[in-house]
């Protein structure tokens, strides 16, 4: 065939012994059928370009560049593509949950082959937003955080630590420096054996309850001994 060829509205263009690969325009859209194996598009050694309005300049929708990124446009502006370390995402990403579902965005490093490598943030439908793990060959709670509400840190999947109206609840024992706090018992790991109180600025260090230092007990205004002798030592 030389020169121009023409099918009108509705006539195929039949490509294969049986009619493998259809070519028509219905009057309204365009249409390329592959009914056998793959549809390729093959560049050779260049790059193939998606494009509307006739123009790469102003009507950029895809590229595919050979041994290089593929990218993805809206309104002519580059949104997506692909690089040699991974993804490259321009503007902001979305993730929505399906009708009475929640949301995740799971990471998984070193190809997710340990159950330790795997980590999701997830958005649940109770307002909530978690950061999990999956350590153990479930997820377990990390991070959870309520909107107009508490932050909740955890350890093995129990909750240690939550932010409240009033300020933090801990739970179990706190350890700062020298300083153990376990259940109703105050002790230093100094070396020496020091617990030191000492007020910020120019205030003053005001304990509102019993305070026992050795033989020493402090109620209220009043100090008293326990000492077998009656000793009090300052």
Aim: include cysteine; charge should be negative; aromatic fraction near 8%.
């Amino acid at each position: 065939v030389t020169g121009n060829y023409q099918a009108v509205d509705g006539y195929h263009i039949y490509l294969g012994t049986g009619n493998d690969l259809d070519i028509v325009h219905d009057a309204t859209d365009s249409w390329i059928k592959n009914s056998t194996g793959y549809l390729y598009l093959d560049s050779g050694t260049s790059a193939c370009r998606i494009i509307s309005d006739s123009s790469w300049a102003n009507g950029k929708m895809a590229a595919f560049y050979r041994n290089g990124a593929v990218e993805l446009y809206h309104d002519n502006v580059k949104k997506f593509e692909t690089n040699a370390d991974g993804t490259l995402t321009q503007g902001t990403i979305q993730v929505d949950g399906a009708e009475g579902g929640s949301a995740q965005i799971r990471i998984h490093a070193d190809e997710g082959d340990d159950n330790a490598d795997k980590w999701r943030f997830i958005s649940n439908t109770d307002g909530t937003f978690e950061l999990e793990n999956y350590a153990s060959g479930s997820y377990e709670a990390n991070i959870k955080a309520t909107g107009n509400g508490a932050v909740e840190l955890y350890y093995d999947n129990v909750k240690k630590i939550e932010t409240t109206a009033d300020g933090v609840d801990v739970s179990g024992d706190i350890s700062v420096g020298n300083l153990n706090v376990v259940t109703n018992t105050i002790s230093s790991t100094d070396s020496n054996g020091n617990i030191n109180l000492s007020p910020n600025g120019t205030g003053t260090v005001v304990i509102n309850t019993d305070l026992d230092v050795d033989n020493v007990n402090i109620n209220g205004n009043a100090i008293t001994s326990t000492d077998t002798n009656g000793n009090i030592d300052i």
